[in-house]
C-alpha cells in the first residue's frame, strides 16, 4: 500500500517535471541565445563588403530594440539609411525622438564598419526634407582602412540592466568619453555628485510610476516586450527576460512560469529602476542638443550615443539607457499638459554644466555584476530593400 | 502472415519512410512550409526525425529477429516504435502523417499480442520506465543549447534512462551510472533549477528501481 502510494507519488512528480521540461526547452532556459534570431551577433564579421558593413549597422541600439530602420543598396558604392516610422513606439516616441536617436546609432556603426572595409562614407543627413522617412545616404569610396576599438566592440555592445559595482567611474575616462563629441551639435555632461544622481534618479523613478500609470503608454511599451522564445523568433525584435539584467537563476524561474501580464511587467520595471537601475548608478550621462526636436540633432545626437556606448563596452563597463523622463517630457507636450518633467530635467542639466542645451538621451554607466546579455535582432537580409 | 510480422512490416516501413521525411525536412524544409510544419529550424529538427526513425527501424527489425521473446522485451520494443511515432508529429508536420501512424499501428499490434502481461511488466518495472522518461527531458532540457552542453546532457540522459535496466547486471555500475548521468550536470547547470529537479527524482526513481528490480 504504502509502495503504491509511493510509486503514484512518484508518477505525479515525474509529469510534472516532464511538463516543467517542456517549458524549459520551450522557453531556452538553456540556449537563450543560440537560435536564428541572435544570428546577427554571430556573423556580423563574415561579409567584407557593403553588405557587411549593414550587418554591422543592424547591431545598433534603438529604443526598445524596435530596430526602426531599412536599408537600400545601390551597387557597391552607395546605402541609403530609411527611417522605418511603422516602428515607432506610438505615445512613448510621438515626435520620433528616440526613433532617431537609433537611427543615428545606426549610422555610426555603418560608419566604423565602412572604415574597417576600406571605405569612405559620405554621410548627408536628411537630403530631402519632403520625404522624411530617406534619412541619410551614405556614398562609398575607397579609402585606407582604418580599424578601431569602436568598430571591434559593435559584437560585444548590449545593454545592460543589471546591478553595478558600487565602484567609481575614473574622470579620465568620462573626460575621454566626452571628448567623442565631433559634432558642435550635440555633447554629453556627467552627473557624478552624489546629490546629483539621487535627484536624477528620483526623477527616474518617478517618471517610470507615471509611464506605468499611462494606459497608453504602458500598452504601447508592453507590445515590444517578447515573452516567449516563439515570439523572439518570429520578431527578432524587442525586449526580452534575458535583457533585463536578472540573475541566471532568477532569469530561469521567470521562464519557467506563466508569462508576465502588463501589469506584472510594469510592477516589476519600476521597482528595478528604483531597486537596481538608479540605486546602482556610479554615473548618468545625459546627451544634450541645442534643439531636441530637429532630426538632425537626433541623429547627431544619436551618433554620439552609440560612439559612447561602443567605447564604453571597450573598456569593459556597462551601460543602459534610461529615457523615461524624456518620454514623459513627450508625452506632456503630445497632450498639451503642463510640463511635469521638463522644468526639473532641464534644472538638474543645467546644474551638471548643460547651459541651456536640451537634453535628448540619459542613460548610466558602471562597472558591471554580471555581463549584458544579446538581443534579437533582425538580419540585415530582413531589412534590406 | 503473424501479427508480429505485421508489425514488423508496418515498423520497418515507418521508419525507412520517417527517414526520408526527415532528410526532405532537414534539406528542404525551408521551402516546404505546412508541409514540413513551418519550423524555425528544419534542419535540425530533420536530423533529431532521422534519429528517431532509426529507433523505431531498431525496434522494428528486433521485433522480426527475437519473436516470441517475454514481455518486457515486447514492451521496449512497443515503446521504441510508440515514442518515436508520437515525437515525429511535432517535428517535421505533415511529412509524418503517413510513417507516424505505421509506427503507432506497429506499435500497438507489438502490445497486443500478450496485452495483459506486457501491462504487468510495465507495471512491475513502472519505476525504471519513470527514470528512462526523466532521462529523456535531461536531454530536452538542452535540446537548444551549445554543442557540448547538449553532448553532455545526452550523455547523461543515457546513463540515467538506461541504469535502471542493466541492474540484472552488478548493481554498483547501475548505481554509478545514476550518479553519473544525474550530479555533473546538475551541478554544471544547477542555475536552471529543472536540472537539479530532474537529477533529485531521477536518483529516487532510479534507486527505487533498481531496490524493486527482481528476475525477469
Redesign the interface.
Known amino acids: 500500500m504504502l509502495h503504491s502510494a509511493g510509486i503514484g507519488a512518484l508518477t505525479v512528480a515525474v509529469t510534472g517535471t516532464g511538463m516543467l521540461s517542456y517549458r524549459a526547452y520551450d522557453n531556452r532556459v538553456l540556449g537563450a541565445d543560440g537560435g536564428a534570431a541572435f544570428d546577427a551577433w554571430r556573423h556580423w564579421r563574415d561579409d567584407a563588403g557593403p553588405r557587411g558593413v549593414l550587418a554591422a549597422a543592424v547591431l545598433a541600439a534603438s529604443p526598445h530594440n524596435t530596430q526602426p530602420w531599412l536599408f537600400h543598396l545601390s551597387g557597391d558604392d552607395r546605402i541609403e539609411l530609411h527611417a522605418d516610422l511603422s516602428r515607432r513606439i506610438g505615445s512613448v516616441d510621438p515626435y520620433a525622438c528616440e526613433t532617431h536617436v537609433g537611427l543615428g546609432c545606426a549610422l555610426e556603426n555603418l560608419a566604423l564598419a565602412a572604415h574597417a572595409r576600406g571605405l569612405e562614407p559620405r554621410i548627408t543627413l536628411r537630403p530631402e526634407p519632403g520625404r522624411p522617412s530617406l534619412v541619410a545616404p551614405a556614398d562609398l569610396t575607397k579609402a585606407t582602412q582604418q580599424h578601431s576599438p569602436l568598430y571591434d566592440a559593435i559584437g560585444y555592445r548590449h545593454t545592460n540592466r543589471g546591478p553595478y559595482r558600487d565602484r567609481p567611474i575614473d574622470t579620465a575616462v568620462l573626460t575621454d568619453l566626452a571628448a567623442l563629441a565631433d559634432d558642435p551639435r550635440a555633447s554629453v555632461i556627467w552627473v557624478t555628485t552624489r546629490a546629483g544622481r539621487d535627484d536624477l534618479g528620483d526623477l527616474m523613478i518617478r517618471a517610470a510610476r507615471a509611464v506605468t500609470e499611462d494606459e497608453q503608454q504602458s500598452r504601447e511599451n508592453f507590445a515590444w516586450f517578447r515573452g516567449s522564445a516563439d515570439a523572439i523568433e518570429k520578431h527578432k525584435d524587442g525586449l526580452t527576460l534575458d535583457g533585463q539584467g536578472l540573475s541566471a537563476v532568477v532569469t530561469s524561474a521567470a521562464k519557467l512560469m506563466p508569462a508576465t501580464s502588463r501589469t506584472s511587467g510594469d510592477a516589476f520595471w519600476v521597482k528595478q529602476t528604483r531597486t537596481v537601475h538608479t540605486a546602482t548608478a556610479t554615473v548618468y550621462g545625459l546627451v544634450l542638443v541645442p534643439d531636441r526636436y530637429d532630426p538632425l540633432h537626433q541623429l547627431t545626437g544619436g551618433r554620439l550615443l552609440e560612439r559612447i556606448h561602443l567605447a564604453v563596452t571597450a573598456r569593459g563597463l556597462a551601460l543602459q539607457h534610461m529615457n523615461q523622463i524624456t518620454e514623459r517630457i513627450d508625452r506632456d507636450r503630445s497632450q498639451g499638459r503642463d510640463p511635469v518633467f521638463g522644468p526639473p530635467l532641464a534644472a538638474l542639466a543645467d546644474r551638471a554644466g548643460g547651459d541651456g542645451r536640451q537634453v535628448l538621451a540619459a542613460f548610466r554607466l558602471g562597472h558591471p555584476v554580471r555581463p549584458g546579455r544579446r538581443s534579437p535582432r533582425r538580419p540585415a537580409t530582413q531589412v534590406l530593400r | 502472415m503473424s501479427r508480429d510480422q505485421a508489425a514488423a512490416l508496418a515498423g520497418t516501413a515507418g521508419g525507412l519512410l520517417g527517414v526520408a521525411a526527415g532528410l526532405t525536412a532537414a534539406v528542404w524544409g525551408d521551402r516546404l512550409g505546412a508541409w514540413a510544419g513551418d519550423k524555425?529550424?528544419p534542419t535540425t529538427l530533420g536530423l533529431f526525425t532521422v534519429a528517431l526513425s532509426a529507433v523505431a527501424l531498431a525496434g522494428a527489425l528486433l521485433l522480426l529477429r527475437d519473436r516470441g521473446a517475454g514481455p518486457g522485451w515486447r514492451a521496449a520494443v512497443g515503446a521504441g516504435l510508440l515514442l518515436p511515432g508520437l515525437l515525429g508529429f511535432t517535428t517535421v508536420g505533415r511529412l509524418w502523417w503517413i510513417p507516424g501512424a505505421l509506427l503507432v499501428l506497429a506499435a500497438g499490434s507489438t502490445v497486443c499480442v500478450a496485452p495483459r502481461a506486457v501491462g504487468r511488466a510495465v507495471r512491475d518495472r513502472?519505476?525504471g520506465v519513470?527514470t528512462a522518461?526523466?532521462g529523456a527531458?535531461?536531454v530536452?532540457?538542452?535540446?537548444?543549447?551549445?554543442a557540448p552542453?547538449v553532448a553532455v546532457a545526452a550523455v547523461s540522459g543515457g546513463l540515467v534512462a538506461a541504469a535502471p535496466w542493466v541492474a540484472r547486471g552488478p548493481r554498483r555500475l547501475a548505481t554509478a551510472m545514476l550518479l553519473a548521468g544525474t550530479l555533473p550536470f546538475a551541478a554544471l547547470?544547477w542555475?536552471?533549477?529543472?536540472t537539479p529537479?530532474?537529477a533529485l527524482?531521477s536518483l529516487?526513481?532510479g534507486f527505487?528501481a533498481l531496490r524493486?528490480s527482481g528476475p525477469d
Do not use: P
Open positions: 524555425q529550424d513502472w519505476a519513470l522518461a526523466l527531458c535531461l530536452l532540457v538542452a535540446v537548444d543549447a551549445s552542453l547547470t542555475w536552471t533549477l529543472v529537479a530532474i527524482l529516487t526513481a527505487t524493486t
